[in-house]
T-cell receptor, first 116, second 113 residues
Framework: AQSVTQPDIHITVSEGASLELRCNYS??????LFWYVQSPGQGLQLLLK??????LVQGIKGFEAEFKRSQSSFNLRKPSVHWSDAAEYFC??????????????FGKGTKLSVIP | NAGVTQTPKFRILKIGQSMTLQCTQD?????MYWYRQDPGMGLKLIYY???????DKGEVPNGYNVSRSTTEDFPLRLELAAPSQTSVYFC????????????FGSGTRLTVV
């Protein structure tokens, strides 16, 4: 069974500073990896996803993530944070198609606060 | 294009009452899911469906029931509500297996008192 760990519960950064949110996964084969963002009172919006190929993936809102198989990680980065990025971020992992596991498994989330 | 629509957005139930959370999608997605979100716990899968007439349990199915009579609708039924079911409930759908990513509804915030 797959699992996801987000080690940081809450991170605070200053506006304009760089950001890295950590995500470690557990899965026996090449995983399908996702980052979602949730603004207060809202549903989850897909930021980016990794299936295969280039290990550095670009997403919406200026975010990127890098898949590192050797470290079982999929960290989310942004070079310069805006106040509107304050939200909760969830990493998720899915099994390979045909593996009989249809759902995504989510981490517990990292809440990002941005200081003006 | 409405995507995934959940109703109601908010609801307060008394212990022992029952209710149905509605979820409808207009994207012709085969796969649909119900998750609950509790503070600091992430999202836990309650039930999922791979197509009309086919449903299966997820990680936390106790106290809930689902049905999938059409491709569009995937209601979640709470029988005999308990305080432990106080949570935010999200419905999601995907065209293929969830590995390709979900489209989420905006959620239903349920309080059981």
């Amino acid at each position: 069974a797959q699992s996801v760990t987000q080690p940081d519960i809450h991170i605070t950064v200053s506006e304009g500073a760089s950001l890295e949110l950590r995500c470690n996964y557990s899965y026996g084969a090449t995983p399908y990896l996702f980052w979602y963002v949730q603004s207060p009172g809202q549903g989850l919006q897909l930021l980016l996803k990794y299936f295969s190929g280039d290990t550095l993936v670009q997403g919406i809102k200026g975010f990127e993530a890098e898949f590192k198989r050797s470290q079982s990680s999929f960290n989310l980065r942004k070079p310069s944070v805006h106040w509107s990025d304050a939200a909760e971020y969830f990493c998720a992992v899915g099994a390979n198609p045909g593996a009989g596991s249809y759902q995504l498994t989510f981490g517990k989330g990292t809440k990002l606060s941005v200081i003006p | 294009n409405a995507g995934v629509t959940q109703t109601p957005k908010f609801r307060i139930l008394k212990i022992g009452q029952s209710m149905t959370l509605q979820c409808t999608q207009d994207m012709n997605h085969n796969y649909m899911y119900w998750y609950r979100q509790d503070p600091g716990m992430g999202l836990k899968l309650i039930y999922y469906s791979v197509g009309a007439g086919i449903t299966d349990k997820g990680e936390v199915p106790n106290g809930y029931n689902v049905s999938r009579s059409t491709t569009e609708d995937f209601p979640l039924r709470l029988e005999l509500a308990a305080p432990s079911q106080t949570s935010v409930y999200f419905c999601a759908s995907s065209l293929y297996e969830g590995n390709y990513g979900y489209t989420f509804g905006s959620g239903t915030r349920l309080t059981v008192v």
